[in-house]
């Protein structure tokens, strides 16, 4: 049974998807989403969804903490079987990049083997990631330190990687 709820953030209402499992936080659910308000590919409320805030509320509690300050690296349970193999390799690349540093799409491509013309397909798995903040995909940009592609939109990848300190200023 898939499960739901919003939580508010800096970035506007987060939708949290999720499905029962027994997991680090103790809620008993696995997320299979985080969407932001707008966002491209942004995962809609189903018929049969069920809204149960109280099992996203270590989940809930994670987030503020990290849109606080007070938290630099998520333990979330997160839903298995999502995406293709090589997009799991992508996610699994965005998950170690640390808090507070970017990389560049190429970087992600050449650390899943996919140099060269495989650029794109690891910007494109990258945009289909399903569960944005808590997989660091904002902190992926271009070669040259431009903000390229976020499905949240480029102001919130600005906002998120100014909350980690990782933007030059100028």
Not at 23 to 37: I, Q
Not at 110 to 137: D, F, K, M, Q
């Amino acid at each position: 049974m898939t499960m739901y709820t919003t939580v508010d953030s800096p970035l506007g209402e987060l939708l949290l998807a999720g499905e029962g499992a027994a997991g680090p936080t103790g809620d008993g659910v696995a997320l299979l989403s985080l969407s932001l308000p707008g966002q491209k590919g942004a995962a809609v409320v189903q018929d049969g969804w069920s809204h149960e805030p109280g099992a996203f509320a270590g989940i809930a509690g994670q987030l503020r903490e990290y849109f606080e300050g007070r938290r630099t690296r998520f333990d979330i349970t997160l839903a298995d079987g999502l995406g293709t193999e090589f997009q799991r390799r992508v996610w699994a690349a965005l998950d170690e990049i640390p808090y507070g540093e970017t990389v560049s799409y190429g970087q992600i491509a050449a650390r899943v083997g996919a140099s060269g013309a495989g650029v794109r397909a690891a910007g494109t798995a990258i945009g289909r990631n399903p569960v944005l903040v808590v997989r660091p995909c904002h902190r992926v940009i271009g070669a040259d330190g431009a903000l390229r592609g976020y499905a949240g939109g480029l102001e919130r990848k600005e906002r998120l990687l100014g909350l980690e300190g990782a933007l030059a200023v100028s």
